[in-house]
C-alpha cells in the first residue's frame, strides 16, 4: 500500500545516504527537515526513529531486512 511504499522510499534514502557517510543527524535533517533536526539533542524519539530507520536501510543494501 501507500504507506508501505513510503516507508520503503524513506529506508532507501537512509540506506544511500549511509552510504555516503553522512552522520545520523544529518540523515535526520534530510528526512524530516532542518526545524525537526533542530531539537536533535532533546528528542531522543527522533534520534531512536533515525537510527532504527538507518539500521533498515542498511539491512535492505546487504540483501535482508532487520527486525
Do not use: N, P, Q
Not at 26 to 52: H, I, N, P
Amino acid at each position: 500500500g501507500d504507506t508501505s511504499d513510503a516507508i520503503g522510499r524513506i529506508v532507501e534514502r537512509c540506506g544511500k545516504v549511509i552510504a555516503g557517510g553522512r552522520i545520523l543527524r544529518d540523515v535526520a535533517e534530510g528526512l524530516f527537515g532542518v526545524d525537526a533536526a533542530a531539537g536533535w539533542y532533546s528528542d531522543g524519539g527522533l534520534r531512536s526513529k533515525v537510527r532504527r530507520l538507518v539500521r533498515r536501510g542498511d539491512a535492505l543494501m546487504r540483501g535482508g531486512i532487520a527486525a
